[in-house]
């Protein structure tokens, strides 16, 4: 197989590269949903419970306004609709984690391991800090 990084052949078996030292698998995090108590998932949370109770208060002026009154169409189309808003905003909002955490943890595994001594290095040092050996 051959290194993402450098590009060098290397065994199937190797965890890491023997040119680079990078390692050839990453590990998958996996980000589900924010941790609970942390401002992003208040806010998430916020938003599903609004755009719940303005949905339902929606369908509620829907079916008065087909029975009673049909100037309440509007209201419900208008209550549909911001409760839409409010959903798509918690997606955006949890998507937007999401990234933010992908992004934290690319930059805390873009690191270069020693192939002598298993240090781990800047991805640019051409040397490594521990031993000195040639990255």
């Known amino acids: 197989m051959k290194c993402w990084n450098c590009g060098a ?3 199937d078996a190797s965890r890491f590269c023997l040119a680079c030292g990078r390692e ?8 589900t949903k924010p941790p609970e108590g942390s401002n992003t998932d208040v806010r998430a949370t916020v938003l599903l419970g609004l755009a ?7 369908l509620f002026m829907l079916l008065i306004g ?3 009154r049909p100037a ?11 409760g839409t808003v409010m ?4 997606t955006l909002t949890l ?3 999401e ?3 992908v992004r934290a943890h690319e930059l805390a595994t873009a690191k270069a391991k020693c192939g002598y001594c298993g240090a781990l290095n800047e991805q640019r040092a051409q040397r490594c800090l521990a031993c000195g050996a040639p990255l």
Do not use: C, Q, S
Not at 52 to 58: D, E
Not at 72 to 82: E, N, R, Y
């Open 9 to 11: 052949e290397i065994p």
């Open 24 to 31: 050839t698998v990453t590990k998958e995090v996996p980000i």
């Open 52 to 58: 719940a109770l303005v949905l339902m208060f929606g």
């Open 66 to 68: 087909f029975v009673a």
């Open 72 to 82: 309440f169409l509007w209201v419900a189309l208008v209550l549909l609709a911001l």
């Open 87 to 90: 959903l798509v905003a918690r």
């Open 95 to 97: 998507r937007a984690y």
């Open 99 to 101: 990234k933010r955490m």
